[in-house]
């Protein structure tokens, strides 16, 4: 049975959007393979705890909860890990060598509180669960009464909203203290990034935080059309959610992180690089570095033949250069519109190609040529070949006799 309460078109579409992204966003971040993992992980912990959040509030309003009661309680220990995501989030982003230390665990013992908390509703089974889900869906002021193991609901409103603010503020220190140091050689654009993302979640969690004390305090029934309840959390929590996952969705470059170039490491290693080692303030001139830097890569690369090791690949190229491999992945990609593997491969076949033009090299095999260039096996080198050439290596032998 639902409540028929008075939601718009707009809202609905509103509702169905927001749920729709978070999950897009959510399979975005575990499929991709070559962005920071640090970023991906706590981007991944933000939108799951916001989303688990969002429906169980959404069920709540429109009486699903009575056919899904386990969400009730089942996944409020989410919502204390979106805390120290949100501000670890942007440490990591500013600080791309941050390491976490073990006493950083203690970011979790809100969330293992809270397991310990709810232990009595996650014990109590099925019959448990309905008692409270039809309990709430008739007068909602019974949520902030109940008593969980350790303290009743409306003491860990209080707590989740001490949290969700003093997270938020360490993060937006954090990030002033630290814009000044960075903006010389940060991507312009993450930094924008990153301040819009600040003022989204800020939004959210003044949303949330006076959503959590109105219902621990004044709210009396579900019914009540005037409440703040149904109108204010969902409707900026839903646009903060649309708002954070698109800008993710369009612009899948933020799983990388800030790109760091260390020059000094560039400048030990490699001669050829220390006209990289000084950093000039204007932000403008860091994109013509970043492109130097991916042409300078992709020079060394051919010029050296790196390529023609069958096993090299991102990690050999990123201990070559000593610098990490997303940060060799976002130049490239950024500046050349090109992905790392695509123009190893280029490579190999114009390798490929220059060894059966030389005549004298009948004496190879096919399958010694594309082993030359770098191919681990014949037919990896056949697709390959084809791919790129748009024929076979044999076709391509041919037609150079016929010429």
């Known amino acids: 049975m639902f409540y028929f309460i008075a939601l718009s078109p707009l809202v609905l579409t509103l509702l169905i959007t927001a749920v729709l992204l978070t999950f897009i966003t959510c399979g975005t971040i575990l499929v991709e393979k070559n962005g920071n993992p640090k970023l991906k992980w706590l981007m991944f912990a933000m939108f799951w705890g916001i989303i688990n959040y969002y429906l169980v509030h959404v069920f709540v309003i429109t009486g699903l909860i009575k056919d899904f009661p386990f969400l009730l309680r089942g996944f409020v220990p989410f919502y204390y890990i979106i805390q120290p995501a949100i501000y670890f989030y942007v440490v990591v982003n500013l600080n791309e060598n941050y390491s976490f230390s073990k006493i950083e665990l203690l970011h979790f013992v809100p969330a293992f509180y809270s397991i310990i908390d709810n232990w009595g509703y996650y014990s109590g089974g099925p019959e448990h669960w309905h008692y409270w889900a039809n309990s709430i869906s008739v007068d909602y002021s019974k949520i902030s009464n109940y008593q969980g193991t350790l303290v009743k609901a409306k003491y860990n409103f209080i707590l989740r909203v001490g949290l969700y603010i003093s997270y938020t503020l360490f993060a937006w220190r954090y990030y002033i203290k630290n814009i000044q140091l960075n903006k010389e050689i940060k991507v312009k654009f993450v930094l924008k990034w990153l301040k819009l993302f600040l003022i989204v979640i800020s939004i959210f ?25 149904l109108r204010v959390p969902l409707f900026v929590t839903g646009l903060s959610i649309i708002t954070l996952a698109l800008y993710i969705l369009l612009n899948p470059i933020l799983l990388y992180g800030l790109p760091k170039i260390n020059f000094k490491t560039i400048e030990d290693n490699e001669k050829s690089l220390s006209k990289y080692k000084s950093i000039k303030s204007k932000n403008e001139e860091i994109d013509s570095k ?19 090791n069958t096993d090299f690949s991102m990690d050999l190229a990123s201990k070559h250069f000593s610098l990490p491999n997303h940060h060799i992945s976002f130049v490239i990609n950024n500046h050349l519109n090109k992905s790392f593997p695509d123009i190893i491969c280029e490579m190999r076949i114009d390798h490929a190609i220059e060894l ?12 010694a040529i594309g082993n030359i260039s770098g191919f681990n096996s014949r037919s990896n080198f056949y697709v390959s070949f084809k791919k790129i050439t748009g024929i076979t290596p044999n076709e391509y032998l041919q037609n150079l006799k016929a010429n």
């Open 290 to 308: 970043e492109s130097n830097l991916a042409q300078t890569i992709i020079s060394e690369i051919k010029e050296k033949q790196l390529y023609t």
């Open 356 to 367: 059966l033009k030389d005549n004298g090299n009948k004496k190879y095999t096919m399958e």
């Open 205 to 229: 969690v003044v949303s949330i935080s006076f959503s959590s004390i109105y219902n621990s305090i004044f709210i009396t029934s579900i019914n009540d059309q005037s409440n703040l309840f």
